[in-house]
């Protein structure tokens, strides 16, 4: 009999040491470097700091994650944009909140 579990658990996502550079260079490379490149450093160093104060790498990961998937998505967004969709179909949340006083 094995002492092994009969599954492998999850292993968190971890990215390589490269990628947050790698990252920095899509970012300027996009036609929003200048509102997105400011806003991953700020909150990249952010991370930085939890991560040295809290002795985990957890931030540093989910900084990396939501903006490679806010690159992944830009062009899907531009699409839609570009594209002339109505999107005036939503309820502006602020009036739904002025209804019910």
């Not at 450093?41 to 104060?53: I, N, P, V």
């Not at 990961?61 to 839609?80: C, G, N, T």
């Amino acid at each position: 009999m094995s002492a092994q579990p009969d599954h492998a658990p999850a292993t968190p996502y971890a990215p390589a040491p490269g990628t947050p550079a790698e990252l920095l260079v899509q970012l300027r490379a996009d036609r929003r470097a200048d509102t997105w490149v400011p806003a991953f450093e700020q909150q990249w160093t952010a991370a930085l700091e939890e991560s040295r104060r809290t002795f985990s790498l957890a931030a540093l990961y989910e900084v990396i994650q939501v903006w490679q998937a806010r690159l992944a998505s830009a062009p899907a967004v531009d699409a839609f944009l570009a594209s002339g969709r109505d999107d005036s179909g939503f309820v502006d949340l602020a009036e739904i909140r002025r209804r019910r006083r």
